[in-house]
């Protein structure tokens, strides 16, 4: 027996796409994501998305994209539309602004401008550790949304929450 299953984001992410093309005004409001603190030992905090306004259309279109997968599981190697990695989240979120970026968290690493941690705007790739084995996208605010690790849904996290930064890239 297959099952249909469609998360009240993807749902309201729709709707989004739907009134944008329209031309209608949307407003979004910031919603509840459960995500790890990053400490390490399992502790799960509440942090309320609070993406601020990306710098261009397409950088807007991949964290809304991205925004919208909250909740969707963890799966190592999966691109999506309803599991991901953490550079399979970027990719799809990305691919849905019509822009095509490298498929793994090292690769994505070398693609785009670097950008100073000071200087990040939503949209942005952040990646972490030595080498570079993990990719979230920054939404603004001090936050990001990623993939993290299996048996955890995509969540938005401060950055600060985040070990082992190793530098951000600009895509768009």
Known sequence: ??????????????????????????????AVASADAGGGGGTTTTVAAAPAAAPNGAAQVAVDTALAQRGDMYLYGATGPDRFDCSGLTSYAYKAAGVTIPRTSKLQSTFGTAVAKADLKPGDLVFFYSPVSHVGMYIGNGQM????????????????????YAGARRVV
Do not use: D, E, Q
């Not at 949304?145 to 082992?164: D, F, I, Q, T, W």
């Open 1 to 30: 027996m297959t099952t249909t299953r469609t998360s009240i984001a993807r749902r309201s992410f729709r709707g989004i796409a739907v009134a944008a093309i329209a031309g209608a005004t949307v407003t979004l409001s910031p």
């Open 145 to 164: 949304v990623h993939a993290s690790s299996a048996g955890k849904p995509v969540a938005v996290v401060n950055l600060s929450s985040m070990p082992g």
